[in-house]
Every structure is written in C-alpha cells, then in structure tokens.
C-alpha cells in the first residue's frame, strides 16, 4: 500500500540556485584538470604529467600550481559532477511521481533520458574527446533507474560497499609503491590519462579501446551517484538547514582528503617528498579524492542558503552570481564547449598549439577557455535562451514540448487496481517498511 507523509506538503517550485552554482565552478575544475591530462597531454615531461609537466628543476610557480591542483582540482570536479547527476536523477524523480508516474513508468522514463545522455557521450567519445565522461553518466542513469523503488539505507550501503572496495584496492596499490620503491609494481595511470594522438584516426582507435573499458569509469562514479540520488529524494535542496549536521561532516572529510591526500600529492610531484611517491598519492587521491564531491556541494549549498532565502521571497538572484547560476543551467553545453573550443585548438593534426606550455600557461589556456563558456551561457540568459545541448536533450527524452507529461495508467495497470500499482519507494513508517512518498497525494 502507498503512503504518503507530509500529505500536505506543499512542492515548492522555487529553483534551488546551488546546484548551477556548482556545475558552473566544477566546470573550472574539469578544464584545468583536462588541459593537461588530455588535451596538452605529454609522455616527454620529467616529472608532475598529471599536471601539466615539468623538467628536472620545476620553478617556484610551477610548484605552487601543483599543490594547488593536487589540492582543489584533481578529481574534485568530476566527483561534485557525479554527485550533482545523482541530486538531479533524484529531483527529475520527484517530478514524474508529482505528475503521477508509477514507478515502472518513471523507470522508463529515466532510462530513456540517460540513454540519450548516453548517446551524447559515446558521438563525443569516439569523434571529438577520449576523456569524455557524458558516456559514463549515461550508463549510470540507466542503472540508476533500477534502483529508484530502494530504501535510503540499502543504497547507502551499496555506495558504501562500492567505495570501500575501491578505496582498499588502491591503498594496496599505494602501500606497494611507497614501501617497496620505485621498483614496485605499480598501478598504470593510462587508465585515467590518456596521451596526445599523432592524427585523428590514432586518436579514434584510442577512443574504441577507452570505450570497451568503460566499466572502470562507471563503477568509479556509480557510488557518489548513489549518494547524490539519496539527497535528491531526500530533497536536501528544500531544506538545507535541516540536513546541515550531515553537510558539514561531507565538508569535514573533504577538508581531511585534501589536507592528508591532496597536499602529499602535490607535494611528491614538486620533489617536497620524493618523486617515486607521486604515483601513490595519485592512486590515493582516485580513491579518497570521490568523497570530496558531496563535501564540496555541501559547502556551497551551506554558503548559498542566505542567498536562497531571499530568491524564495522573490529576490532576484544577485548580479555576481548570475554568470556561475547561467553555465550552470547549461551545464552540458558548457562541458561539450569546452571541446568545441579546445578540439580544434589543441589537436596534433589540426592547429596543435598550447603542447611544451609551462604548466602556469596551460592553466591561464583553460581558465579562458572556461570563461569563454561563461560568457556564452551568460548571454543565453539574458536572452532567455536555453542551451541547444540541453533543449536537444530534453526534447529527445520528452518530446516536443521537453517536459514530461501528466501520466495516465494503462488499461491494463487501471485493470490490476491501484493497489497492485508500485508508487514510491520504500522507507520504515511506525516500524514497518512500506512504499511511501515525500509528495502530496497524486491524482489520477
């Protein structure tokens, strides 16, 4: 039987500002992440490849940008993004239960939106950017909808399970470099960094070996999607004031990931401690680097709640923030202009510029490039344009109006009765577990 606490909840249409908010920062990040370890990627450095390269005697500059990105960087923007995707397939849920879909239909639904997504991913893939991470997303949300009917507990402890095996596997690999050498056997980072390709059918071939291990990236992202889906359901958004013990433990762990993980990282790729170490911290940072996602989007749901209560009265969101909140809304046509830009710009075989840059000039190059985005996604706003990525998207999912309609049953569900109807999912109500929706009753 369906249940339904908070049966007079009023839904709140009110658009929460700290997701786009975040996609537009974590575009930053993905960028300057990207530059060098794919677009600029080179196998001639010295030391420090994963982030840009150095010789043998790095400058101060170059140093302090290592930490840096080893700190704040590295794995940080493409966990938030994970996490963003499960808020978002959390959220997009919550709509089609309001707008009276069952849970077999929502699972359709959703699977078909991912399969686009997907779709999306594997043209950029093969055609344009073997780092591309739309294809992983895409097979994530087609799993994802397999588990919307779960309780809160049990797709925690799938998260949970999934990051803890993940986590050992690499402390194991680390462990075996830092205590045995640089003669020890090692963990190949080829499968996160990718090398630049001479001309456009090397680069292709190497987008078909990516793609036939794209397992890998997926069960990478999978748990902080996981995670991402639960607060998306929860709707964490609505009220972040009463979530907010749980928000400011995330920010705890990510403060320790950074201090104990991103700050060793930086520190053996500039010689600080040695450089056999470099490899083992960059395992480490793959591993412990996922669970400063959610503590990164909890700071900035934290720090935007002031600014949230006023657009909830009706505010406008303030001038300063209006650029971030727009790249935000369009973030997929901020991440797949990214490639538009650097594509052409950077490749080997077409205009190949930017490859032997210091490390200081390869950041300048991406933070351009993301601010290039910014400014297009801006001007859509203030246009009232929505990204052409995201419009073709959604009506690709949807259909022409790009909005999920009101959902009739089908003779044969009207035929089996409501009760046989699976709505929800399931929670412990007066200490029974039972199928149950944060959502005012649904009509039919």
Known sequence: MVTRPQQGARVNKVRYVAPDVARGLALLGIVIANVPTNWLATQDAAHSGFFGGTGPDPSMLDKVLIVFQAMFVHVRGLSMFSVLLGVGIGMILGSLWRRGFTNRAAKMMIAKRYFFLFCFGLVHLLFFFPGDILTAYGICGIIMALFIGFSDRTLRIIAGVLLGAWCVWCVLGAMMIIFDGPGAPTISMDMFYSQASATYMDQMLRS?????????????????????????????????????????????????????????????????????????????????????????????????RPIQRRIAQGEAIPGWLSAFNALGKRSMTGYLGQTIILFPLTAIFLLGIGHGWPIAAQMVFATAVWLVTLLVAWVMERRGMPGPFEKLHRTLSYGKNGLPQHYELTPKERERGPEKIKVGYKQKINGTWQLALPYPKVSR
Do not use: C, H
């Open 208 to 304: 078909l070996g990516i793609l036939k291990e794209m397992v890998v990236p997926t069960i990478f992202i999978f748990p902080m999607i996981l995670i991402g889906f639960v607060w998306g359901r929860e709707r964490v958004m609505e009220d972040v004031d009463r979530y907010a013990k749980r928000l400011w433990a995330w920010v705890v762990v990510t403060v320790l990931v950074i201090v104990f993980v991103g700050i060793p990282f930086g520190l053996s790729s500039v010689g600080v401690l040695p450089y056999e170490w470099e490899s083992a911290f960059g395992i480490l940072n793959q591993a412990f680097g996922r669970l400063t996602g959610p503590g990164i989007l909890a700071a900035v749901m934290l720090a935007m």
